[in-house]
């Protein structure tokens, strides 16, 4: 794992770089250094945690299974602006990846931190040029090439 004060060295340094959309992605296949990482962050820097599964769940309990996509996407919207101009440390993030609610995450994280800035908890890794969500075994597995993202908004723990 990182050390931690490459890591605050590191979000220090995106969070000079102003990049057009906000968006820092801390990277590691285990849960548990992603958890121990931002719980940590929360800390020194004081930003809130927004564990996105939990409330995104409960949000779309009641919502017709048609309607769920974009009441899943206004859902994240909103409640990420609720956290302007952030940072905001996003984790949990396991449900952004359902197929049935059509999301595109990245996209999407992408997309809300150009308002909001955005540390994001990322269960997954950087593989040459490719950013990957979980492991190729898993059922939400999906990669992005890395060139979509700017060079400091990946940090891999």
């Not at 962050?41 to 769920?68: I, M, T, Y």
């Not at 955005?118 to 890395?146: F, K, N």
Request: charged content about 20%; glycine content about 4%; proline content about 9%.
């Amino acid at each position: 794992m990182m050390r931690q004060d490459d890591l605050v060295e590191s979000v220090k340094q995106f969070l000079t770089t102003t990049p057009y959309e906000a968006c820092l992605l801390l990277i590691h296949q285990d849960p548990a250094p992603l958890h121990e990482a931002t719980r940590w962050l929360s800390h020194v820097f004081n930003w809130p945690c927004w564990p996105v599964g939990e409330g995104q769940s409960a949000a779309l309990l009641d919502v017709a299974p048609q309607l769920r996509p974009s009441a899943a996407a206004r859902w994240f919207r909103e409640t990420c602006a609720a956290y302007r101009p952030g940072p905001v440390i996003v984790s949990d993030i396991a449900l952004l990846f359902e197929p049935s609610l059509e999301l595109h995450p990245l996209r999407l994280l992408l997309d809300v931190s150009r308002q909001t800035k955005l540390i994001v908890a990322w269960p997954g890794a950087v593989d040459g040029d490719r950013l990957a969500y979980a492991v190729p075994e898993h059922g939400h597995y999906h990669q992005w090439p890395v060139s979509d993202l700017c060079a400091s908004c990946l940090v891999t723990l």
